[in-house]
């Protein structure tokens, strides 16, 4: 398996769950989350017991992170940045047919492309 697969499982209590599945044998993933660019602390990353190459994730949500509006959290690999998936809580307004989670991760996606291509360009110059 080139890159681990993140699969949501659920969100409860303030803590977002997920299973993430790597190579059998290996050691654990590294992981970060952001929040607009800056890392939430507090995720961890256990072996699933009786399942070789299975994590389970979990990220708690901060509640000073949280406020009107839609809040995205982006988990990545740790060092290569590779997007492993997302999650985004929607406070005060009406969720249905909301296009701004998903703008908000346009903006971090690009984001971090600038970051890698200004890098890009700083090594090759």
């Known amino acids: 398996m080139a890159n681990p697969v993140l ?4 969100i409860r209590a303030g803590v977002w769950q997920g299973l993430l599945r790597a190579d059998p044998g290996g050691p654990a993933p590294e992981v970060e989350v952001t929040h607009h660019d800056r890392r939430v ?18 990220v708690p949500v901060p509640a000073t992170l949280l406020s009107d509006g839609v809040q995205t959290f982006v988990i990545r690999l740790s060092g290569s940045g590779t997007t492993l998936g997302h999650f985004s809580v929607i406070l005060g307004a009406d ?4 296009l701004r989670a998903e703008v908000d991760l346009l ?3 690009l984001d971090m492309l600038k970051r890698a291509f200004r890098r890009h360009c700083l090594e090759t110059m």
């Open 7 to 10: 699969t949501e499982t659920r």
């Open 41 to 58: 602390e507090g995720a961890t990353l256990a072996s699933v017991p009786d399942k070789p190459g299975h994590w389970a994730l979990r």
């Open 95 to 98: 969720g249905a047919d909301d």
């Open 107 to 109: 903006r971090a996606e």
